[in-house]
């Protein structure tokens, strides 16, 4: 479902595919479809052990960018997280007011 006091379109510019981590939700975590940050080690089958150890986190560049955004566009647009497609910098739900002000703070820079 999206976010239905979205004012406008995603604007594309990918900052907060480069401020924020994305933490998967237990049914994504166990389909295995996603990269995680520490796929390397394999994964931990109980999901409250895996998000208390940050497993579940989605997967990161080494300069910090979700490994899904290609050119400022999120490459899994359509299959992407449920936390994605729940934000969108410009909603007016005060739930994101502190990360809206971080994307305003990473424009201005």
Not at 18 to 24: P, V
């Given at each position: 479902m999206y976010n239905t006091d979205m004012t406008k379109k995603c604007l594309q510019c990918g900052i907060c595919c480069?401020?924020?981590?994305?933490?998967?939700n237990k049914a994504e975590y166990k389909s295995g479809k996603y990269q995680t940050m520490f796929e390397k080690f394999g994964m931990v089958e109980n999901f409250s052990e895996a998000q208390k150890n940050g497993f579940n986190i989605l997967a990161q560049n080494k300069d910090g960018r979700c490994v899904y955004l290609k050119n400022n566009l999120c490459s899994i647009h359509k299959d992407r997280p449920s936390v994605c497609r729940k934000f969108f910098c410009q909603s007016k739900s005060l739930k994101f007011a502190g990360m809206r002000k971080m994307i305003d703070r990473a424009r201005l820079e």
């Open positions: 480069q401020l924020f981590l994305i933490n998967l």
